[in-house]
């Protein structure tokens, strides 16, 4: 089974025991965790409108900023690179 590259818990599930026997036994002859990397950050387009409100206006609350942002489509369209 683990040959046919079925995944951990599949094989748990189809020999009836728990994940962790099958971990424990399959160990790091397993196959390697799929590395995505980084996430983009959901700041992103916003980045530059947050740092520059904040130097003018250091004490306003993040509900204030979130009020303030623009809308999604008009933060790509001002930050993204032409």
């Known amino acids: 089974m683990f040959r046919e590259h ?3 818990g599949t094989i ?3 020999l009836g025991l728990h994940h962790d026997v099958v971990d424990r036994v399959v160990g790091p002859h397993g196959p390697a965790p799929k590395g995505g990397g980084p996430r983009p950050s ?3 387009a916003y ?3 947050v740092l ?3 130097e003018r206006y250091p ?3 993040g509900t ?3 009020d303030m942002a623009p809308s ?3 933060a790509t369209r001002i930050c993204a690179p032409c």
């Open 12 to 14: 748990a599930q189809q």
């Open 52 to 54: 520059e409100t904040l």
């Open 64 to 66: 204030r900023l979130y």
């Open 59 to 61: 004490t306003l609350v």
């Open 6 to 8: 079925w995944k951990k």
């Open 72 to 74: 999604p489509s008009r």
């Open 47 to 49: 980045r530059g409108f």
């Open 42 to 44: 959901a700041l992103g």
